[in-house]
């Protein structure tokens, strides 16, 4: 029996129709922040076109195994990955995982290939755009293992129907990850640490991994810290790190 902290509300889930997106979704955020010096555009121009997923027209699945030129044992997948730290780090420590990286900020996908570059990292490849789009297109029990590490919170009510982590979302992702794959989800709002206990235990397909307040408040030895996590907690912001396992089919 998974021991809750006290410190951690977990208000009754309502889900209203506001949160039942269609397919044509507007993305929230930033797509382009300031001008790239020569060398990182240089590397968006030559280094990412080689490496990216591009959403085929056709509306046909996107494997994930044939995105890669090297077979690998699994494949990895992270959900807004920022500058890309994390991606970069998971991937020189697993160098048999292929990963693959949603995020659709141009210029922390510039910082990523910069990273990718340096270190001659070939086992990543970077979608830009909407995650869900990607999500879409995934076959059944073919992702290994999901990262979505602070992720926007939207605050207002009005907004929360914007979050990453909702209705809308969590069955693509239940549906894309193999039996016993995890899920980690990381945060430093007190609101969405709530939120996502909702929306992820109730879809009914994951069990929460901790079984004490300390396997929620401090990461794991194979989970790096972000540059979101050092500033939150440079503000006095305290992260939570959720680990969820899908649980097996039943047939």
């Not at 809750?4 to 922040?33: F, M, W």
């Amino acid at each position: 029996m998974t021991e809750v902290d006290p410190a951690l509300e977990i208000p009754a889930l309502e889900i209203s129709d506001d949160s039942q997106e269609d397919i044509q979704r507007v993305l929230y955020g930033r797509r382009v922040g300031r001008p790239l010096r020569l060398q990182r555009q240089a590397l968006v121009d030559n280094l990412l076109p080689s490496i990216e997923i591009v959403q085929p027209a056709s509306g046909e699945p996107v494997s994930p195994a044939r995105q890669f030129r090297t077979p690998y044992e699994a494949c990895w997948l992270e959900i807004g990955f920022g500058a890309g730290e994390h991606l970069a780090w998971q991937a020189r420590a697993n160098p048999g995982i292929g990963i693959i990286g949603c995020e659709p900020y141009l210029n922390g996908v510039a910082r990523l290939l910069s990273v990718i570059d340096d270190s001659n990292l070939s086992n990543i490849r970077i979608f830009r755009d909407d995650a869900r789009f990607l999500l879409a297109r995934l076959p059944d029990a073919s992702i290994s293992r999901i990262f979505i590490l602070f992720p926007d919170p939207w605050p207002k009510t009005r907004h929360h129907k914007r979050r990453v982590v909702g209705p809308s979302v969590v069955p693509d992702l239940a549906r894309i990850l193999c039996d016993g794959a995890e899920l980690r989800i990381a945060t430093d709002d007190p609101g969405y640490k709530g939120w996502i206990l909702q929306h992820v235990l109730a879809a009914g397909n994951f069990d929460w991994l901790a079984r004490r307040p300390s396997d929620w408040r401090q990461r794991p030895d194979d989970w790096p810290p972000t540059r979101y996590e050092q500033k939150a907690k440079s503000a006095g912001r305290r992260g939570a790190f959720f680990r969820f396992a899908r649980r097996a089919r039943v047939v």
